[in-house]
C-alpha cells in the first residue's frame, strides 16, 4: 500500500468536517488529513516551527474573506472601507501563504466566497468601493495576481463547489451550533478538487481518452444508417449535442488529452465518416490512434494503450453501452470507466465533470501532443518502408539540443518529472519550487532535452541531472517521454552527463536504478548503455573514456546548463 | 396515515445517518436500526458533539424532504424532555412525530 498523503488544513473556520471526508474518501491519492489549530490562521502560516507542518505534504489555507482581509468585513456591515486598504490587506495576507512555501510540497488555496443567501444590497452589490460582491472580485482577483506565479501554490475555485451545492452550500445553524462555515456538500465538492490537485501535483492525471463512436460520438449506428443517416448536427437537439461533445473533448486535445478510438464497426465506414461528415468536428488527425474492428474492446484497448507508449491507468474509456463498459471494468481495473449517462445531452456536461485530466499547468507541449502523434504513425509508416532500422534512424533527421534549466522550463520539466514512469530512473517526485531549488545546490546540475525531426517537433522531452560527489558523480535524474525512445536520444543524454562529471574532476559516474513497477524500460536501457553493471541495480562509467553520441543524432547547445559547483 | 408518517420519518432518520457515516471511521459508523444509540452526554456510544451537529442538520433537511415539514430538532424543546430525544432512533422518532404534530411539548 503506498503512502498516505498527509494534508494540513489551516483554517479560520472548522474543517473537521472536511478532514474527515479527505481522510474517509476511497478515490486515489489516499489522505490522511490533519487540522491546524482551530481558527489560528495567521499564527500558523508565520510560525515555520509550528508543530502542525511537521510531516505534512500538502496544505489547504481556507480562509472567510473577512478574517484574512478584515476591511472587508467593514464592507460586509455597510461602512466605508477604502479599496486600497483591502487590497493591502490581500497582499500581506498572500505574503503570509508566500513565506508558507518550502514548508510543505504543495498549498492549495480555495478562492473565497461568500454565503450564497447573503443577496446583500441587490443591485449596489456590483459598485465599485462599496459594493460586497465587486471587492470580494477584487479581492479574489488580486490574491490570484499574487500567487499563481508561486510554485508550489495552486489556487482552488471554491464559487465552483458553492454553485454545486446550490442554496444549501451555508446552513447558519452550522456556523452557530458548530463554526462550520458550508454544508457537507460543499466539502465533498473541495474533496474533489483537492484530490484532483493531489494527483495533478503527483502527475497522476488521465493522458488518453478513448471512446466509442456509435451513439457516442454520433447518434445511431453507422453501419446500418450510413453517413448520411446519423444524428450529428443540424437542426436536431441531440445532433446538436453530439456536437458540443466532439467540442469538448476537442478542447481537452488542446490541453494535451489524447484521443483514441475502440469501437465495434466497419473500418472503412467509420474512418470516412470522420473524414467527411460536414457536421464533425473531430477529424482523423484529432486521434492518436483508434482500432475499429469487431474483437473485443477490452484487447482492443490493451493493443492501443501499447501503441501509443501509455500505461493502462493513463487511459479513460467512453462507451455510451453499460456491456461494454462493465466487460472494460472488469478486464481492465486500471482503465478508468466512467459510468456514462444514457441522455445524449448531458454527454458534455459529463465530461465536463470529470476531474482526473487537471493539471498544474499547460505547456506548449500539450497543445502539440495529438499533432506529435500524427506525426509518429508517418515516422512508423516510412519505418515500415525502410526495411533496415539503421537507414530508418538515420532517414529521421533527430536533432537534439539539450539547455539548462530555465524558468521558462520550469513547469514542463516538472510535469515530465513527475508525469514520466516508464524511462525514469529513480521516479523522483518534485514541486517546482523543489525542483528549482535542487538544481541551484553547489554540485548539482540539470539539463533538459529538445528533440525534433524532420516529421515534427517533441518538444522538451528529457531530464538529465548529475550530482557531483567527492569522487564519483551520480546520475540523479534520468527521464526521457516514452515517444522518443529507441532514437539515441538516451545516448545522448548519458553522454551530456558524462561530459560534465569529467570535466568536474571525478573519475567515474554512476547510475542507481530505483525499480518500480512501471520502470523496467529504464533498466533495460541501462544494461545495454556500454555503462558497466557492477551490481544489481548500479551503473558505472569510467570518465577517462568519453560515452560516445550515435552517429544518427545531432546534439547542440541551447545555452548554459543550470549547475553549481 | 400515521404508519406512513411514522415509516418516512424514520427513513429520514436512515438517510441523515447515511449522510452522518460518511464523516465517520468505519468502525464508529451509526447502523441503521431503532435501537442505535445516537448520543450520550459521557460520549461513549453514538455520536460525539460535532457528529450530533451534522446528524441534526442532516435530519432537518432530509424531514423537509420526506415529511414537506420544516422542524427545529436543537432548540430549547429538545432539552427539556424527560428523555433526551437524541438517546435512540427509536426515542427521537417518537419526538419528530409529536413535534410535526405541532406538539413539541
Redesign the interface.
Given at each position: 500500500m503506498s503512502k498516505k498523503c498527509i494534508c494540513l488544513l489551516v483554517s479560520d473556520f472548522n474543517v473537521d468536517n472536511l478532514s474527515a471526508y479527505l481522510s474517509n474518501d476511497a478515490g486515489l491519492p489516499a489522505v490522511a488529513a490533519v487540522t491546524a489549530p482551530f481558527n489560528q490562521v495567521i499564527p500558523v502560516l508565520r510560525n515555520n516551527a509550528a508543530g502542525c507542518w511537521r510531516n505534512a505534504d500538502a496544505a489547504v489555507v481556507w480562509t472567510q474573506p473577512h478574517k484574512a482581509a478584515p476591511s472587508f468585513g467593514k464592507i460586509l456591515d455597510f461602512e466605508k472601507a477604502p479599496p486600497e486598504a483591502i487590497l493591502k490587506e490581500v497582499d500581506d495576507f498572500s505574503t503570509l501563504i508566500k513565506n508558507a512555501v518550502g514548508r510543505v510540497g504543495y498549498i492549495f488555496v480555495p478562492t473565497w466566497v461568500i454565503p450564497p443567501y447573503n443577496r446583500a444590497w441587490g443591485m449596489v452589490d456590483l459598485k465599485t468601493g462599496s459594493g460586497i460582491l465587486n471587492t470580494l472580485l477584487r479581492m479574489n482577483l488580486r490574491l490570484i495576481e499574487n500567487l499563481e506565479d508561486v510554485a508550489g501554490i495552486y489556487l482552488l475555485d471554491a464559487q465552483r463547489w458553492i454553485s454545486v451545492a446550490g442554496k444549501d452550500a451555508c446552513n447558519p445553524k452550522l456556523w452557530y451550533m458548530g463554526k462550520i462555515a458550508f454544508s457537507n456538500e460543499v466539502f465533498r465538492e473541495a474533496v474533489k478538487d483537492i484530490k484532483a490537485g493531489l494527483n495533478a501535483v503527483a502527475g497522476n492525471t488521465k493522458k488518453l481518452i478513448i471512446v466509442d463512436l456509435d451513439d457516442t460520438l454520433w447518434g445511431g449506428i453507422v453501419g446500418d444508417a450510413g453517413m448520411e443517416g446519423i444524428k450529428l448536427g443540424g437542426h436536431d437537439h441531440i445532433g446538436e449535442a453530439f456536437v458540443d461533445f466532439q467540442r469538448a473533448l476537442k478542447a481537452l486535445t488542446r490541453r494535451g488529452i489524447l484521443l483514441g478510438i475502440v469501437s465495434k464497426n466497419d473500418e472503412k465506414t467509420a474512418l470516412a465518416t470522420i473524414s467527411k461528415h460536414p457536421e464533425m468536428v473531430l477529424r482523423l488527425e484529432d486521434f492518436a490512434g483508434w482500432r475499429i474492428n469487431w474483437e473485443d474492446k477490452a484487447e482492443n484497448i490493451v493493443e492501443l494503450v501499447k501503441e501509443l507508449n501509455l500505461g493502462l491507468e493513463a487511459a479513460v474509456f467512453i462507451d455510451d453501452n453499460p456491456a461494454e463498459r462493465a466487460r472494460v471494468r472488469e478486464a481492465l481495473p486500471s482503465v478508468y470507466v466512467p459510468d456514462w449517462p444514457g441522455d445524449k445531452m448531458i454527454y458534455k456536461s459529463a465530461l465536463s465533470g470529470l476531474s482526473c485530466f487537471d493539471k498544474l499547468s499547460f505547456t506548449s507541449e500539450d497543445s502539440r501532443r495529438t499533432q506529435s502523434y500524427a506525426s509518429e504513425r508517418k515516422r512508423k509508416q516510412e519505418k515500415s518502408a525502410i526495411p533496415s532500422l539503421g537507414q530508418w534512424l538515420i532517414s529521421l533527421d533527430t536533432n537534439i539540443v539539450v539547455g539548462g534549466l530555465s524558468d521558462i522550463d520550469l513547469a514542463r520539466a516538472t510535469q515530465l518529472l513527475n508525469k514520466t514512469n516508464q524511462m525514469n530512473l529513480t521516479t523522483r517526485r518534485m514541486c517546482e519550487a523543489q525542483l528549482k531549488g535542487w538544481a541551484a545546490k553547489p554540485g548539482h546540475a540539470l539539463w533538459v532535452f529538445r528533440v525534433f525531426d524532420k516529421f515534427g517537433d517533441f518538444g522538451l522531452v528529457g531530464i538529465v541531472s548529475v550530482e557531483i560527489k567527492t569522487k564519483k558523480a551520480q546520475i540523479v535524474d534520468f527521464v526521457l517521454s516514452c515517444r522518443v525512445f529507441g532514437r539515441g536520444v538516451e545516448e545522448a543524454m548519458l553522454a551530456v552527463a558524462c561530459r560534465y562529471a569529467k570535466d568536474s574532476k571525478p573519475k567515474e559516474i554512476f547510475a542507481g536504478y530505483i525499480p518500480t513497477v512501471k520502470n523496467k524500460p529504464c533498466l533495460d536501457f541501462f544494461k545495454k548503455s556500454g555503462f558497466n553493471q557492477k551490481s544489481k541495480n548500479y551503473f558505472f562509467w569510467d570518465l577517462a573514456k568519453n560515452y560516445k553520441i550515435p552517429a544518427y543524432v545531432k546534439l547542440k547547445k541551447a545555452g548554459k546548463a543550470t549547475q553549481s559547483n | 396515515m400515521e404508519k406512513i408518517k411514522q415509516k418516512k420519518i424514520i427513513e429520514a432518520v436512515f438517510s441523515a445517518i447515511d449522510?452522518v457515516n460518511?464523516?465517520?471511521?468505519t468502525a464508529q459508523r451509526l447502523k441503521k436500526s431503532v435501537n442505535t444509540a445516537l448520543f450520550d452526554k459521557s460520549g461513549k456510544d453514538g455520536l460525539d458533539s460535532?457528529g450530533l451537529?451534522?446528524f441534526?442538520?442532516?435530519l432537518?433537511?432530509e424531514i423537509v424532504k420526506k415529511l414537506k415539514v420544516t422542524v427545529a430538532l436543537?432548540d430549547e424543546r429538545a432539552m427539556l424532555q424527560k428523555i433526551n430525544p437524541f438517546t435512540t432512533v427509536k426515542t427521537l422518532t417518537v419526538y419528530i412525530a409529536r413535534l410535526t404534530e405541532g406538539d413539541g411539548s
Open positions: - | 449522510e460518511q464523516l465517520l471511521p460535532l451537529i451534522n441534526v442538520i442532516a432537518e433537511q436543537a
